[in-house]
């Protein structure tokens, strides 16, 4: 499986257990300049920008580790100029990161609801 096909692969598990969760999915992969997110949703009135993170082998450390400073910077910049464009202004935001693991075959989730950056 190649670089892009794991990441939606993982991207979809997510997206399932984040609807499993109550939140409505806005939309994914959201590219500009500063970079992406990996998917936009919505819940209890809160737009959340959440990354997606996923190992299949604990040599490099969880999933969520993997969220540099650099990453955070970018998700919020993104973020920022997702809601300009699409003239959000009131609206509470929030950042979320789930952390995906393979183990014993199967996806084991660690949703953080409220990173702070």
Known sequence: MNKRAHGKFFEDLAVDFLKNKGYKIIQRNFN???????????????????????????????????ITLQKQKRMIRVAEFYCMKNKIADKPIRFEAIGIEVI?????????ENIVF
């Open 104 to 112: 014993n075959n199967k996806p084991v989730f660690d949703h953080v």
């Open 32 to 66: 500009c300049s500063f970079g992406e997110i990996d998917i936009i949703a919505e819940k209890n009135s809160i737009l959340c920008f959440i990354e997606v993170k996923a190992r299949t082998k604990d040599i490099f450390g969880t999933p969520l580790s993997a």
